[in-house]
């Protein structure tokens, strides 16, 4: 259980805050608790303690490395469906049917 100490509180901490987190993250969060004998929000406010220490520096670098590898693994899979789409003329007849019919849907 978190301690306040009452020197240290501030309002806005009379506020209850929820996070959702997605449920794989969850159970990996509430088996660390239990390894670490605490509570689930323990671990959660020591986690943004310990970001709000570090500025979110850490963080953020993480989350755009994430996002550039994923990005990455994205358009290398697009880049590989357009090109097989690209090697069957027929596909790319029906394609630019679709496309024109849709856009005068669009209009009209």
Known sequence: MAVMHTDLYRHENLVRKSIQIPSTQHKELKALAVELDSSLG??????????????YQ?????IVEKRERELSSLSHSLDEAYAY????????????????????????
């Open 42 to 55: 323990d671990i959660v406010e020591t986690i943004m303690d310990l970001m709000r220490q570090d500025n």
């Open 85 to 108: 789409l690209g090697s069957l003329p027929e596909t790319l007849e029906d394609a630019r049917f679709f496309f024109d019919a849709g856009r005068e849907g669009m209009v009209a």
């Open 58 to 62: 850490q963080v953020r670098t993480a």
